[in-house]
Structure formats: C-alpha cells, structure tokens
T-cell receptor
Framework: KNQVEQSPQSLIILEGKNCTLQ??????????LRWYKQDTGRGPVSLTI?????NTKSNGRYTATLDADTKQSSLHITASQLSDSASYIC?????????????FGKGTKLSVKP | NAGVMQNPRHLVRRRGQEARLRCSPM?????VYWYRQLPEEGLKFMVY????????ESGMPKERFSAEFPKEGPSILRIQQVVRGDSAAYFC??????????????FGEGSRLTVL
C-alpha cells in the first residue's frame, strides 16, 4: 500500500534554532517527492520538488534531502523564524499516474517560539 | 497574476442541504484537482478535471458528490444532502501540465465546510 509517514507529529523549537523533519515513504514506482508548507487556515505552498536523481535541493533556509534507496527524505530548516510556524507536508507521487497518485503525509506541525 | 481562487472561504450548511464550492484556477492552467482535508489528517485526493472532462474521480465518494469544470467559468464541487461527516476543508489546486511528473501544483486557500 502506498503510504507516506512523517515524524515527528509536532515539534516546538526556539527562534533561531535549526530543526529537521523526517519523511518515510513506500510509494512505488517513485516519481518525485515534494515538501509543502501549510500555514494554519491557508492552502499548501510548495517548498521543493525532487526527482529520483536528486538527493538535495535548497530553497532559502529550507534544504530537502532524498535517499531513494532507503525511501527517506528530510527537510532541514536553518535559523528558524517565527513565521516558520506551520505544518510541513511531505508528498510523494508515483510514475505515470494522474494526480490521484499523489500521496500526502499528515504533516509535521512546527511551532517556533520567541 | 492571481493565484488559485476559491470561494466561499467558509460555508455553513444544515444536514440535508446542498453545498457548492467554486474554484478558479491560475491563469492559463487547464488542470484542476480537488482535495479534502479532515482535521489532523493529510489531504486526500478527490477528483482531477480538465476543461469539460473528468480525468480521474477515483477519490470521489460514489454518492452525493459531483464535480465539473465547464468550458467557461470556475470548477465546481457539489455536495448534495450534506451530512456532518462532510465537514472538512476542501482545497482546489491547478497545474499547467498534466501529471505529477510534470505538474507543479498551486493550491487555493481552501473552502471550509461546516455541517450543523
């Protein structure tokens, strides 16, 4: 069964600190992996997209890694800011399918405290 | 360049009423997707449409739910005879190209349905 598992479920950190969020997936055949940021009450916004051949991609203070062999991805946030407080969603897609083959994780809820 | 526009942002209905949610994709996008998000849950795919065509409705409940994307105007997700379990956030996304391999998805802000 295609699944995306994220950990931790929630995380509290102090402003300025770094953190790493994890994503494990069992989606096959793998096409790409995306990380989205979803502010409370808002729609998801794309942070990164990585294909099978990419193992790291950065977007400002966000750096995503992908290990297609172990089917794991991480999202590292550097020098966190209060505005980073949001849910971070890992999304994996399968080759050749329609958008129905996008499998969403439940997200990690990050709270950045002053 | 406006993003994906959804309305209403909030909708309250009593059991048995109908709910209509509208989505205007980004300019130039002809692929529209609807997702449902329950509290503390991940987004779940419902339906994928192109202009005047339903491409994949494998995530749609068999009864009471329907979707359309007419040649002119927004895409509409229609829920008939709503029940309390339909209470959720409904997100629309659009893309320029078909398929998760090629399509960057852009999401709207969602429509939050509450069924009393």
């Amino acid at each position: 069964k295609n699944q995306v598992e994220q950990s931790p479920q929630s995380l509290i950190i102090l402003e300025g600190k770094n953190c790493t969020l994890q994503c494990n997936y069992t989606v096959s055949p793998f096409s790409n992996l995306r990380w989205y940021k979803q502010d409370t009450g808002r729609g998801p916004v794309s942070l990164t997209i990585m294909t099978f051949s990419e193992n790291t991609k950065s977007n400002g203070r966000y750096t995503a890694t992908l290990d297609a062999d172990t089917k794991q991805s991480s999202l590292h946030i550097t020098a966190s800011q209060l505005s980073d407080s949001a849910s971070y969603i890992c999304v994996v897609s399968a080759v050749g399918g329609s958008q129905g083959n996008l499998i969403f994780g439940k997200g990690t809820k990050l709270s950045v405290k002053p | 360049n406006a993003g994906v526009m959804q309305n209403p942002r909030h909708l309250v209905r009593r059991r048995g009423q109908e709910a209509r949610l509208r989505c205007s994709p980004m300019k130039g996008h002809s692929h529209v997707y609807w997702y449902r998000q329950l509290p503390e849950e991940g987004l779940k795919f419902m339906v994928y449409l192109q202009k005047e065509n339903i491409i994949d409705e494998s995530g749609m409940p068999k009864e009471r739910f329907s979707a359309e994307f007419p040649k002119e105007g927004p895409s509409i997700l229609r829920i008939q005879q709503v029940v309390r379990g339909d209470s959720a956030a409904y997100f629309c996304a659009s893309s320029l190209n078909r398929g998760p391999d090629t399509g960057e998805l852009f999401f709207g802000e969602g429509s939050r349905l509450t069924v009393l």
